[in-house]
């Protein structure tokens, strides 16, 4: 029973979309890469939500999230958004009715 209870939860190693090594550890607040000199950093609360492992997975994976719902903007209104990793490794909204954009395939 002792062995059992001494356990550390693991945390899943990822690449890393700034520098590319494998490096990115997923934690409760944050998602960053552990090289010093990267400073890649994702927060895992956005508008009022808490991003899932997937969801931080998708984004430093593919560059984009799943439609996310439920987000609370500053003035109380909830609203459904896309992150999206930019070139410069910052994430930004993508919003689901946005009009016009040319999607890669």
């Known amino acids: 029973l002792l062995?059992?209870?001494?356990?550390?939860?693991?945390?899943?190693?990822?690449?890393?979309?700034?520098?590319?090594?494998?490096?990115?550890?997923?934690?409760?607040?944050v998602a960053k890469c552990r090289h010093e000199s990267c400073g890649f950093h994702v927060f895992r609360e956005v508008c009022g939500i808490h991003l899932s492992e997937d969801n931080i997975r998708d984004l430093i994976g593919s560059g984009r999230t799943p439609i996310l719902k439920g987000l609370t903007s500053?003035?109380?209104k909830k609203f459904n958004v896309r992150l999206v990793l930019g070139e410069d490794y910052i994430?930004?909204?993508e919003f689901e009715n946005k009009k016009g954009k040319q999607r890669g395939r």
């Open 91 to 93: 994430t930004s909204f």
């Open 3 to 29: 062995s059992l209870s001494s356990e550390q939860k693991s945390y899943p190693v990822y690449r890393c979309p700034k520098c590319g090594q494998q490096s990115v550890g997923i934690y409760a607040k």
């Open 74 to 76: 500053k003035a109380g």
